[in-house]
């Protein structure tokens, strides 16, 4: 997937190109108000850019579509519907026969670790489980791209680590390619391949990084001197890059 | 944490004495939204009620003039009220009067309900639609319905169109505004997240949008169909052939008040009825709403 955009209005973007090889789980991270949600919004559809386009597969896509799943970070679940049924909204609007919808969506049920709240409505989830079953409802679909606008940034901190092995275990069954928005360096370095560190507004992409660590990813890592040197190299650009923010926003005033 | 006495004291307690020890009055009922026991919230209710009928027998028996009869005195005594009640009913045709006001109410709110929902719910999700429509409404919805009485009696009579008119009017400009709010509220992400499984605008619309804003509708239209109650009975009471407003107007002529406090209790109690079924209309349609009162 590749996708270029041009100057806005309220420049939130500029002159951004970025290509993510398929099957790749690529993380962007920056200061926050950079554009990152911007950029998937952009990559999703949902936002019109002023300039530059959206490529799946080499063709345009410039509306949203079931090739794109996406997973936000509130109001994920219809809460009129059952988890089942949730995550069987795409299948449903696909016409996919309901026995076919059945398999798929127990085989996620169990898979999401939900199993005994499929028939549950939303209310009686927690919040790791909730957006366990958006992901789920994504998934179903079976996108060639999956958008993820910080999922786990609701979630208290055991939560969302409890959530990061799941999905990068989940990649590595899948192998989606995957373009992951967050303002959490370390899960971005936990999760991705590579992270692409957005400069203060208007975005652009600064810095690439590769994450080198092996997969399967696994928690010990986190405690690894390579995770630690990578950390401190993002920590120290978002850094920089928050400060040029908290200075431009002086500079206004 | 907060439920503990000053540090000071809980030192000094050993657990034992801790599990006993019981909160002070101040403390237990007079700690700002912190829950009481379930039994004094059901005594207090029952309280409430039996104070305001003491407080009007205590009234009644101060006000009495033992030169005329006890129906007809000013305050009348509460058990000659339930009396008057019993007698309307048996003798005096009170039902149909009922079943008129009931009949006037629910057309009239059905028929401001059928227009204003799905207007409401248009102009709260497309822009074009509230912008030539939420103007004039908001003007209107500030002349209050009484006052278009007289206008709508030269206009259209004094037959049920008049009446139904003066409750649409009261009801249609306050619902058609409380719908685009709650259409408005429906989150983005909601209507984002199935387009990006495929959806097209029609179905966003039918399948995600409309079931987001059902169960709010509902307790829109149970909060304005207690405002009907009250265009109804002042159109009623400026002229009608039958109705509660008629009856109570009537009354007023005999200086019967036993039979207007009677009349007025009988709305009161029609009232809790229809807050009683769209409560459990809600339960039953929307077993997934989170209730925010425990």
Request: proline share 5%; aromatic share 10%.
């Amino acid at each position: 997937m590749r996708f270029t955009t041009g100057r806005r209005q309220v420049q939130a973007l500029e002159r951004i190109s970025l290509t993510v090889p398929d099957g790749q789980f690529a993380c962007i991270v920056g200061p926050s108000g950079c554009g990152k949600s911007t950029l998937l919004m952009v990559a999703a559809g949902l936002t019109e850019p002023s300039e530059g386009d959206v490529l799946v597969d080499g063709k345009p896509a410039s509306e949203p579509g079931a090739d794109r799943g996406m997973v936000f970070q509130s109001y994920s679940l219809y809460p009129w519907l059952s988890v089942r049924r949730n995550i069987e909204f795409g299948l449903e609007i696909k016409q996919i026969p309901r026995t076919q919808r059945r398999q798929r969506s127990s085989e996620l049920i169990h898979l999401m670790k939900l199993d005994g709240f499929a028939e549950a409505y939303p209310k009686a989830l927690s919040g790791g489980m909730k957006q366990r079953a958006a992901i789920a409802r994504a998934l179903a679909n079976d996108p060639q791209v999956l958008l993820m606008d910080e999922p786990f940034g609701a979630l208290d901190a055991q939560t969302r680590q409890i959530m990061q092995e799941l999905l990068t275990d989940l990649w590595q069954r899948y192998r989606k390619t995957v373009l992951f928005v967050t303002h959490d360096i370390e899960e971005a370095i936990f999760l991705g391949d590579v992270i692409y560190v957005m400069t203060n507004r208007p975005g652009r992409i600064r810095t690439t990084l590769r994450v080198d660590l092996p997969r399967p990813r696994t928690f010990e890592m986190v405690g690894s001197p390579q995770f630690a040197e990578l950390r401190n190299q993002v920590v120290g650009i978002i850094h920089e890059e928050s400060l040029k923010a908290v200075e431009s926003e002086l500079a206004r005033a | 944490m907060s439920e503990r006495v000053p540090a000071t004291r809980s030192v000094t307690a050993s657990p034992a004495t801790a599990r006993r020890r019981r909160r002070s009055f101040v403390s237990t009922y007079l700690t700002p939204k912190r829950g009481i026991p379930r039994r004094t919230i059901a005594i207090l209710g029952v309280v409430g009620f039996v104070v305001i009928i003491a407080v009007w027998t205590v009234v009644a028996i101060l006000t009495y003039n033992k030169d005329v009869p006890a129906e007809v005195q000013l305050v009348p005594r509460p058990d000659v009220v339930v009396v008057a009640w019993i007698d309307m009913v048996a003798h005096l045709g009170f039902l149909a009067d009922v079943g008129w006001s009931t009949f006037r109410i629910v057309a009239g709110f059905a028929l401001a309900a059928l227009i204003a929902v799905p207007l409401g719910l248009l102009m709260g999700s497309f822009e074009i639609v509230r912008a030539f429509f939420q103007p004039p409404i908001n003007a209107i919805r500030y002349m209050p319905a009484s006052a278009f009485i007289p206008l709508l009696i030269l206009l259209q009579g004094l037959g049920e169109t008049e009446k139904l008119t003066v409750i649409w009017i009261g009801v249609f400009f306050q619902l058609v505004l409380m719908v685009m709010d709650i259409a408005h509220r429906v989150p983005t992400e909601m209507l984002n997240v199935a387009y990006t499984l495929g959806a097209s605008r029609w179905t966003v619309f039918r399948k995600v949008f409309l079931p987001a804003t059902f169960p709010e509708v509902v307790d829109a239209l149970r909060i304005t169909m207690g405002w009907a109650w009250t265009y109804l009975i002042v159109a009623e009471l400026v002229a009608a052939q039958a109705g509660i407003g008629n009856f109570i107007l009537i009354a007023q002529r005999y200086f019967r008040a036993d039979r207007i406090i009677a009349a007025i209790i009988t709305i009161g109690v029609l009232g809790l009825i229809t807050d009683f079924l769209f409560a459990t209309y809600h339960r039953w349609a929307f077993p997934y709403v989170e209730k925010v009162h425990g």
